[in-house]
């Protein structure tokens, strides 16, 4: 077993299966990414790992312990967290509290103890906000800790997702499509902190991504979804070569001619 384990996987919306009997480890400390055309069902799948959705069979496995049926919140505290095809700051707010949002969930002051202006309450705000800066650190956005969210270019505020995603002490964190919209050199820093982040962190990523140029660069094993069935899986070789995969995406007349060049 992996990290991150699904077995056989369904959902189904009345009459239309999104998720088909999908199998797939994921093995610790990798960048595992799930491709497939639109509708292939990768965004539904994201749903049921971290509880937005509940699969209707199968068996959704994290860190050893099934989480299939537990609530978003307690998953999130177990070690999943997540990014959105949107981005999802609160943009009033400034960049250092986007971060401290993330940390609620692991914050142990009682609500009474901020009223009051316990010690208890004050040290914990302290080590709270310098663990915010580390990670804004981490991702190269510290020296903006205090501009607002919504002043932000688009590829810091992807990165500020990233970073608020990290505030959740994170074992693996769920990328979905963190380039969309970027362009040349913001997708390279994301490349880049995306392998930082399994690098130096030790974080496991689970990707989203259309773009092919950023799958095929950083990934370990790439899994592909077709109208939501898992037709393919493998390196990045083996994905780039394999007829299935060509065809979900280019059409069966590109698939056989290509293996006819072969």
Known sequence: MGILDMIHVTKRFGGLIAVNDVTITVEPRTIHSIIGPN?????????????????????????????????????????????YQNIRLFSNLSVLENVLVGMHSHLHSWFIEPILGLPSYKREEAEARKEAMRLLEFVELDDKAFFLSKNLPYGEQRRLEIARALALKPKVLLLDEPTAGMNPRETEETMALIRRLRDERGITIVLIEHDMKV??????????????????????????????????????????GLSQAA
């Open 39 to 83: 509708g292939a069902g990768k965004t539904t799948l994201f749903n049921c790992i971290t509880g937005f959705y509940r699969a209707d069979e199968g068996e959704i496995i994290f860190d050893g312990e099934p989480i299939q049926f537990l609530p978003p919140d307690e998953i999130a505290r177990m070690g999943i967290a997540r990014t």
């Open 215 to 256: 799958v095929m660069n950083i990934s370990d094993t790439i899994s592909v979804l077709d109208y939501g069935q898992k037709i393919a899986e493998g390196t990045p070789l083996e994905i780039r070569t394999n007829p299935r995969v060509i065809e979900a995406y280019l059409g069966r007349g590109a698939a056989m």
